[in-house]
T-cell receptor, first 111, second 112 residues
Framework: KAGVTQTPRYLIKTRGQQVTLSCSPISGHRSVSWYQQTPGQGLQFLFEYFSETQRNKGNFPGRFSGRQFSNSRSEMNVSTLELGDSALYLC??????????FGPGTRLTVL | GEDVEQSLFLSVREGDSSVINCTYTDSSSTYLYWYKQEPGAGLQLLTYIFSNMDMKQDQRLTVLLNKKDKHLSLRIADTQTGDSAIYFCAEKEGAGSYQLTFGKGTKLSVIP
């Protein structure tokens, strides 16, 4: 069974731009969560989606948004990029709301 | 709010046992997890324990949970150089929540 896939793996953007990251969950998993990982703040929860509905949102500004499609694939969008948005963005999928399996992440660098 | 704390570094010799410790504050935590992250990679789920359990063993891994003290530990028996990585402790609240709260991670270095 294929794991969680994230595209692209690496991304370089400049301040003010926007970016869209994609996540394909493990087949059969309907829950997708997003996390931001930085050296300073560690791993922080962004939001979770289940059956195309956002169920929970972390403490991030409105520039961070996401959505989930009917095939459970998810995208997250960051608008008006800031230098502090440079991070590893991790997506996780779950079938049973207990085990969460993470993808390899998208490394975003904002210049 | 929830808080999960871990020591930042641990160094052990190959073949010895490693014990990584974690404390958490949320008494409503239902599941507690250990994840492993190697350089440049995502998080690998190693094991997890339900909050009404005291211990869980999975091959070389043993998880101990002291719910009274809100203390979780991960013991790796016969530590190998391939175990060198960052280990994250995480907690999840009630069954209705998917959100994991992570510690800052413990960097395990295995000396050959």
């Amino acid at each position: 069974k294929a794991g969680v896939t994230q595209t692209p793996r690496y991304l370089i953007k400049t301040r003010g731009q926007q970016v869209t990251l994609s996540c394909s969950p493990i087949s059969g998993h309907r829950s997708v969560s997003w996390y931001q990982q930085t050296p300073g703040q560690g791993l922080q929860f962004l939001f979770e989606y289940f059956s195309e509905t956002q169920r929970n949102k972390g403490n991030f500004p409105g520039r961070f948004s996401g959505r989930q499609f009917s095939n459970s694939r998810s995208e997250m969008n960051v608008s008006t990029l800031e230098l502090g948005d440079s991070a590893l963005y991790l997506c996780a999928s779950s079938f049973d709301r207990i085990e969460q399996f993470f993808g390899p992440g998208t490394r975003l660098t904002v210049l | 709010g929830e808080d999960v704390e871990q020591s930042l570094f641990l160094s052990v010799r190959e073949g010895d046992s490693s014990v990584i410790n974690c404390t958490y504050t949320d008494s409503s935590s239902t599941y507690l997890y250990w994840y492993k992250q190697e350089p440049g990679a995502g998080l690998q789920l190693l094991t997890y324990i339900f909050s009404n359990m005291d211990m869980k063993q999975d091959q070389r891994l043993t998880v101990l949970l002291n719910k009274k003290d809100k203390h979780l530990s991960l013991r790796i028996a016969d530590t190998q150089t391939g175990d060198s990585a960052i280990y994250f402790c995480a907690e999840k609240e009630g069954a209705g929540s998917y959100q994991l709260t992570f510690g800052k991670g413990t960097k395990l270095s295995v000396i050959p």
